[in-house]
């Protein structure tokens, strides 16, 4: 069965409006969580690195003020898309270690921005 | 950073064909996963090899960690083996780099 949840599964929104995703370890504790994100027909690209109690460290090119991501305990890490604009309509998937160095994933989030 | 590279980029098969999907890194990595996306965007995970050779029904991976590559091998295809693939790899801890996946298709 599934191992990371993401809710909500899709949203829609108006340009302007904020969008908080979150992203849940089901049955494991995760001190570190990722989010990426999928553009339409194509790879997936690592936004940041969401660490429990501390801040998250962002990939080179992705504006923390525009995604503010916080790991509020050790099953749940947010991502919080600010002031959304159509461009970042985009589908995110957040991802967990279970064991070793081994990546699950959660359904993904499809974000559309009107 | 790491650069993968995957191959090919599209690949159509006939049911009950087999196949062999590669993934080259631009460096040493030392997690590397092989996933299928499903058509609703979930990623399965298949494998995860960093090195050696797995197996598990009809897929099967070997990776090469010395040359830098690693292969899936789909065999005896079905339609439902339709989609895309993915192979990520990684030196920090967690952090993947993804290639650009294969589309595959196959025909009934």
């Known amino acids: 069965g599934a191992v990371v949840s993401q809710h909500p599964s899709r949203v829609i929104c108006k340009s302007g409006t904020s969008v908080k995703i979150e992203c849940r370890s089901l049955?494991?504790?995760?001190?570190?969580m990722f989010w990426y994100r999928q553009f339409p027909k194509q790879s997936l690209m690592l936004m940041a690195t969401s660490n429990e109690g501390s801040k998250a460290t962002y990939e080179q090119g992705v504006e923390k003020d525009k995604f503010l991501i916080n790991h509020a305990s050790l099953t749940l890490s947010t991502l919080t898309v600010t002031s959304a604009h159509p461009e970042d309509s985009s589908f995110y998937i957040c991802s967990a270690p279970r064991a070793y160095n081994e990546q699950f994933f959660g359904p993904g989030t499809r974000l559309t921005v009107l | 950073g790491i650069q993968v590279e995957q191959s090919p980029p599209d690949l159509i098969l006939q049911e009950g064909a087999n196949s062999t999907l590669r993934c080259n890194f631009s460096d040493s990595v030392n997690n590397l996963q092989w996933f299928h996306q499903n058509p609703w965007g979930q990623l399965i995970n298949l494998f995860y090899?960093?090195?050696g050779t797995k197996q598990n029904g009809r897929l099967s991976a070997t990776t090469v960690a010395t040359e830098r590559y690693s292969l899936l091998y789909i065999s005896s295809s079905q339609t439902t083996d339709s989609g895309v693939y993915f192979c990520?790899?990684?030196?920090?801890?967690?952090?993947?780099?993804f290639g650009q996946g294969t589309i595959l298709t196959v025909h009934p």
């Open positions: 990520a790899g990684g030196t920090s801890y967690g952090k993947l780099t």
């Open positions: 049955d494991f504790q995760a001190t570190t």
């Open positions: 090899i960093p090195s």
